[in-house]
């Protein structure tokens, strides 16, 4: 079955807002912490944020003061705020365990034009 399902993602235009959203498996989400990743174009994916199941987060240098991660462990579901979108904000979002990865999904695209 698929276990993580991202959505949320679109084109905006930079300063603009997205919120993306995790939908998880209960087998991925309890007990874990949860990260947002980010594939921009031409690279490897990489950590955007995290936060524990109690709610304590972390952020990238880059996106922290512009991202909100958050979770709601009742609906095993994780999202990301992001706010005053740049362009190199730009690519696909995953979303997974931090440091028990499971199968990746799909993504969401996003893009931020200049």
């Known amino acids: 079955q698929v276990q993580l399902v991202e959505s949320g993602g679109g084109l905006v235009q930079a300063g603009g807002s997205l919120r993306l959203s995790c939908a998880a498996s209960?087998?991925?989400?309890?007990?874990?912490?949860m990260a947002w990743y980010q594939q921009a174009p031409g690279k490897q994916r990489e950590l955007v944020a995290t936060?524990?199941?109690?709610?304590?987060?972390n952020y990238a240098p880059s996106v922290k003061d512009r991202f909100t991660i958050s979770r709601d462990n009742t609906e095993n579901t994780l999202y990301l705020q992001m706010n005053s979108l740049k362009p190199e904000d730009t690519g696909v979002y995953y979303c997974?365990?931090?440091?028990?990865?499971?199968?990746w999904g799909q993504g969401t695209q996003v893009t931020v034009s200049s």
């Open positions: 997974n365990a931090r440091y028990r990865l499971r199968s």
């Open positions: 209960a087998t991925i989400f309890r007990s874990n912490t």
């Open positions: 936060i524990t199941p109690g709610g304590d987060t």
